[in-house]
């Protein structure tokens, strides 16, 4: 069954917490360990299932173009190349019977390696050690045993009840034969290969799709047989037994990487969880970050509409590190939204510096509104941020709220540094934004008189000229010239 995350719609879900019978995304838990199958449920803290890939799989009947192109990767078609050709020039003696043996148990041993890569999640083949490495060939005699198994059953079969019960044992067989090559893949066992109960349920559970599977191994196995009798039939021997080898060979590739592929589409209604594993950015979904995990329980506790929650979590993350722009901007924004005025107040100093770093005069003029209902005199205590929000605000032509924070600031910051560039920006606001030349001249003659070790003071004669003749204050001319 394919699930949806909770908060996230559309979102193929990841994780499932059977307590509190919620969905949940990668999105919503990126501090989880998804190598080790561990996630703490972000409502609860229990312990939740992982379900892998199990919900945004693409269904295999959408990916026969990928099936057929499996074999031909290098490492496949390395491992078909030695096992067809190396037959045709080996000696025809016990030694060539030897090595065709030990290459046809190689290919066999391959292709159930395919089959359990492709259930773990590998979309892209195994490498041509699994097929020659010395471990794991006895899978090849675990399923000759289950076909002996398989074979004593419908003689039983014959033996006790005769044509009909045979006919019936080998319907069972045959259809059973994919599911039972399955299990003995994924379980390595000929008891549960041959177990009929076993193979029931694993065909119940994958339902419809199982019978549409066989149909497609039953049209592979006649393509492969079509096209071995056509290169038997229109070829020379040395042509025609390479060739109908190939052919075998990677069509056996085809239909066990679909059986594979079956398990891992089915892995949650099989009881088990695997992930893609051949994607580039799976590194990406291994980073667990305490940062994002903020960003998470933030996003969903917004969508439960815990607001009180929210600002909490901001708060608290604030007290860890006082200026995070990140953070600053989301507390900004929910008590904005809640027109929160006593929290905005408390923590206006750093809201107004990030919003000034931004250069958000916008936000600013609202922000400054915003406290002015609470305390209709409200002032900024800080020079620096005094002058950097006016500046703000003068880009954005708030013009009266610039005014009203330089406002008196000779009084407010007596000893500060800023005087000088406080008083040129009021010049600037009062000549440029409201055509009152008359006061501009007033603070630029304040400048010359109170700030002459000030660096600007130099210049104050141009800006004092361009008010007298009423013109935009830009101060003096950019010199390009090279002193001799």
């Known amino acids: 069954m394919k699930h949806d995350c ?9 994780w499932h917490c059977g307590e509190c019978q919620m969905h949940y995304c990668s999105r919503c838990m990126p501090d989880a360990d998804t190598r080790q199958r561990q996630g703490l449920c972000p409502k609860c803290s229990k312990a939740m299932r992982y379900l892998g890939a199990a919900t945004e799989v693409v269904p295999f009947w959408q990916r026969i173009g990928a099936f057929f192109r499996y074999p031909f990767h290098s490492d496949p078609l390395i491992v078909i190349a030695i096992c067809t050709l190396v037959p045709v020039v080996a000696p025809a003696n016990l030694i060539g019977l030897i090595i065709w043996v030990v290459l046809a148990l190689a290919l066999f041993k391959y292709t159930y390696a395919v089959i359990n890569r492709t259930a773990e ?12 490495s010395g471990s794991g060939f006895n899978i090849v005699l675990l399923q000759l045993l289950v076909f002996v198994l398989m074979g004593a059953l419908v003689a039983a079969a014959a033996m006790l009840g005769g044509s009909i019960l045979m006919m019936l044992a080998i319907a069972f067989v045959v259809l059973g034969l994919p599911a039972s090559i399955m299990v003995l893949a994924m379980e390595r066992s000929v008891g549960a290969a041959v177990n009929p109960l076993n193979l029931a349920v694993l065909i119940s559970r994958v339902g419809t799709p199982y019978f549409l599977l066989y149909g497609y191994l039953i049209l592979l196995t006649l393509a492969s047989g079509a096209a071995q009798d056509f290169a038997v039939t229109h070829f ?20 066990f990487h679909m059986l594979g592929y079956l398990l891992f589409q089915y892995q949650e209604e099989l009881g088990f969880a695997s992930d893609i594993q051949d994607e580039d950015d799976l590194a990406g979904h291994q980073h667990r970050d305490r940062s994002s995990r903020l960003d998470a329980d933030l996003d969903m506790n917004l969508k439960d509409g815990n607001y009180d929650r929210v600002q909490a979590i901001l708060k608290e993350a604030l007290k860890k590190d006082r200026n995070d722009p990140h953070r600053l901007g989301q507390l900004y924004q929910i008590l904005t939204a809640r027109n929160d005025v006593s929290e905005l107040y408390r923590y206006h100093p750093r809201l107004m510096t990030w919003l000034a770093d931004r250069n958000d005069g916008d936000g600013l003029n609202e922000l ?7 305390e209709p005199n409200f002032q900024i205590d800080d020079a620096d941020l005094a002058l950097a929000c006016a500046t703000a605000l003068y880009h954005r032509q708030h013009f009266k709220p610039a005014l009203r924070l330089l406002q008196d600031f000779h009084k407010r910051f007596p000893d500060s540094e800023q005087l000088a560039p406080a008083y040129l920006l009021a010049a600037q606001v009062l000549a440029n934004g409201l ?32 008010a007298q003749n009423r013109e935009p204050l830009k101060g003096p001319k950019a010199s390009f010239q090279i002193a001799e």
């Open 6 to 14: 909770h908060y996230h719609p559309g979102d193929p879900a990841k």
């Open 121 to 132: 999640g590998h979309l892209k083949p195994p490498p041509v050690s699994e097929a020659f």
């Open 236 to 255: 020379p021997l040395w042509v025609a037994q390479p060739l109908a080898g190939f052919l075998n060979s990677t069509f056996t590739l085809i239909l």
């Open 368 to 374: 400054i509104r915003t406290l002015q209902s609470l």
């Open 435 to 466: 055509q009152q030349w008359e006061k501009a001249s007033a603070f630029l003659s304040y400048v010359q008189k109170r700030c002459s070790g000030h660096p600007t003071h130099k210049h104050i004669d141009v800006w004092l000229e361009q």
